[in-house]
């Protein structure tokens, strides 16, 4: 089983539409869990981070982790034009002494106007 | 805002050339890492590297791979004989935590492309 996994899509939405992505990972371990936005031919950038279970909401954004589930998932409420890029979870190994980051798949997310 | 500052943005080379990838962390940060990603796949962790020395690295970082920070700011990676399947985007991520709560901001990449 992968460590972390991700649907790579793509997803494509209307705007103003609710999105849910979401990954599942196989080690119970893991306790920090990251969302990267990438735009094309761009590098990673950090949207969110969530430590352990439940919620966090920054804006339109919501990180959700179920650690029960080993699931976590990002909802974008009113999503927007802007909101069209890659979004990859990570999650730093736990036995990696400097955290190195287990990337899901991506999911290519489309919001049309 | 701080940022992770890469160069070159596109880098073009022939087979068995050797190509430097230069990056500069954000000053405060003590952690840094090299990562790639091949066109369409996951981005894949390369190296690690903590107190002017490697903490950890891939099975993909070979022998023609090395990382140095040769003055306080800059940080490279380097191919020695590049193959065509080196091709891809190389990100450079720097943290000021290891271990946990290990939040790594990444530059805009390099793409190298290996003809």
């Known amino acids: 089983q992968k460590e972390v996994e991700q649907d790579p899509g793509p997803l494509s939405v209307p705007e103003g539409a609710i999105v849910s992505l979401n990954c599942t990972y196989s080690?119970?371990?893991?306790?920090?869990f990251m969302w990267y936005r990438q735009y094309s031919r761009k590098g990673p950038e950090l949207l969110m981070y969530?430590?352990?279970?439940g919620n966090k909401e920054d804006g339109r954004f919501t990180a959700q982790v179920d650690k029960s589930s080993k699931y976590i998932s990002l909802f974008i409420r009113d999503s927007q034009p802007s909101d069209s890029a890659t979004y990859l979870c990570a999650i730093p190994q736990r036995s990696s002494n400097t955290g190195k980051l287990i990337f899901g798949q991506g999911t290519t997310l489309q919001v049309k106007p | 805002e701080p940022e992770v500052t890469q160069t070159p943005s596109h880098q073009v080379t022939q087979m068995g050339q050797e190509v430097i990838l230069r990056c500069v962390p954000i000053s405060n940060h003590l952690y840094f890492y090299w990562y790639r990603q091949i066109l369409g796949q996951k981005v894949e962790f390369l190296v690690s590297f903590y107190n002017n020395e490697i903490s950890e690295k891939s099975e993909i970082f070979d022998d023609q791979f090395s990382v140095e920070r040769p003055d306080g700011s800059n940080f490279t990676l380097k191919i020695r004989s590049t193959k065509l399947e080196d091709s891809a985007m190389y990100f450079c991520?720097?943290?000021?935590?290891?271990?946990?709560?290990?939040?790594?901001?990444f530059g805009a990449g390099t793409r190298l492309s290996v003809l």
């Open positions: 991520a720097s943290s000021a935590q290891g271990a946990g709560k290990n939040i790594q901001y």
């Open positions: 969530t430590y352990s279970s």
């Open positions: 080690n119970s371990a893991f306790q920090y």
